[in-house]
């Protein structure tokens, strides 16, 4: 009595182990393959026709349109666009000698030129200084690959001026208008100093040595060219 009623518990619990659980219970892929789809023998899908992670047809989404199918205004409109960038970058990298001068200016030049001791606002690496002939100049810093002797053509003048006249640039003169030169008399350099550096909560104490180099110009010349020499040099 007691065999026959284990076997069947036995048997019980073997036949509630096979039986599946509800559908709701199947993991989201097995749920998915439980639907019965009928396909007609007439229509067999192709690869192209796949299904979508959200079953919309692959047909109905947005492809990248091919190059036969780009319109011919579409494509004037971007050859049109690298054409501008491209014509951009001379307009860019030409200075101004190309630009004609004016007529007007030409004609105020006599008497900017005729009053001595001119003075001028040059620019050298950004920074301006206002000098005429005979002043020294210091640096802030050591010009790399200049000898004492060498003379400098300096081309980035914002103002040139008399007593009674300055002439101003947008944002420089042009180059064609004056003649400015200095020359490099040596190279200065002051004295060693030394800079302690420390750390919160550190025993250790940085001496940090400095030493800084300048270099030194005068002004040798300054004039403003008439108008005989920059049509010449136009010319030229």
């Known amino acids: 009595?007691?065999?026959?009623?284990?076997?069947?518990?036995?048997?019980?619990?073997?036949?509630?182990?096979?039986?599946?659980?509800?559908?709701?219970?199947?993991p989201c892929r097995a749920y998915f393959?439980?639907?019965?789809?009928?396909?007609?023998?007439?229509?067999?899908?192709?690869?192209?026709?796949?299904?979508?992670?959200?079953?919309?047809p692959s047909s109905s989404r947005?492809?990248?349109?091919?190059?036969?199918?780009?319109?011919?205004?579409?494509?004037?409109?971007?050859?049109s666009q690298n054409v501008h960038q491209e014509s951009r970058k001379p307009e860019?990298?030409?200075?101004?000698?190309?630009?004609?001068?004016?007529?007007e200016l030409l004609s105020l030049l006599p008497a900017l030129r005729a009053q001595s001791k001119h003075y001028a606002t040059i620019h050298i690496h950004a920074r301006p200084y206002l000098l005429q002939i005979?002043?020294?100049?210091?640096?802030?810093?050591r010009m790399p690959d200049v000898q004492p002797g060498d003379i400098l053509r300096?081309?980035?003048?914002?103002?040139?001026?008399?007593?009674?006249?300055?002439?101003?640039?947008?944002?420089?003169?042009?180059?064609?208008?004056?003649?400015?030169r200095a020359i490099v008399v040596g190279t200065e350099s002051e004295p060693m100093r030394v800079v302690e550096k420390t750390v919160r909560r550190r025993r250790k104490v940085k001496r940090v040595k400095s030493k800084l180099r300048f270099t030194i110009l005068?002004?040798?010349?300054?004039?403003?060219?008439?108008?005989?020499?920059?049509?010449?040099?136009?010319?030229?």
Do not use: C, W
């Open 1 to 26: 009595m007691l065999s026959r009623s284990l076997r069947r518990a036995f048997v019980d619990s073997q036949s509630n182990l096979s039986a599946l659980p509800p559908i709701f219970l199947l």
């Open 33 to 56: 393959s439980t639907i019965s789809n009928s396909v007609e023998p007439d229509h067999i899908p192709s690869t192209t026709d796949t299904i979508s992670l959200r079953g919309v």
């Open 62 to 79: 947005s492809s990248p349109p091919l190059p036969s199918e780009i319109s011919p205004l579409r494509l004037s409109s971007e050859s």
């Open 92 to 103: 860019s990298s030409t200075s101004e000698a190309t630009k004609p001068i004016t007529q």
């Open 134 to 141: 005979g002043d020294t100049l210091r640096l802030p810093f």
């Open 154 to 180: 300096l081309n980035r003048l914002s103002s040139i001026g008399s007593r009674d006249y300055t002439l101003n640039g947008a944002p420089y003169v042009d180059e064609r208008v004056f003649e400015a």
């Open 218 to 236: 005068r002004m040798v010349e300054l004039k403003v060219k008439s108008g005989e020499e920059i049509m010449a040099g136009n010319e030229a």
